[in-house]
């Protein structure tokens, strides 16, 4: 019988990008690595985590296993509303 189970092509992680080095958030300091960045379960979380830290030009970053479908945007953009619309929840 054939295995008829999709390949998750959707999978993400959700950053916080400094925009002026693109060094990623991991823990409490800044790391050129994007695998030792802290991750978070959705935009909403990563946004929320730079308005309570007062990182008011930070970049949320989706990023995917392909690079081009990445998306970056400052946590204070008025279009990063529009994102909420759409899933964005971490899947693994």
């Known amino acids: 019988m054939e295995n008829l189970t999709m390949p998750i092509i959707y999978q993400m992680r959700i950053l916080i990008q400094n ?3 693109k060094a990623y958030l991991s823990g409490d300091t800044w790391d050129d ?8 379960g959705n935009v909403a979380q990563a946004e929320e985590f730079c308005r309570q830290q007062n990182l008011p030009l930070a970049l949320v970053v989706v990023k995917f296993k392909n690079p081009v479908n990445d998306v970056r945007y400052p946590v204070n953009s008025p279009d990063s509303a529009l994102l909420k619309k759409y899933s964005t929840r971490r899947i693994r």
């Not at 994007?34 to 991750?39: F, I, L, R, S, Y």
Request: charged share 35%.
């Open 19 to 21: 925009p002026d080095n």
């Open 33 to 40: 690595d994007e695998n030792h960045a802290t991750e978070f």
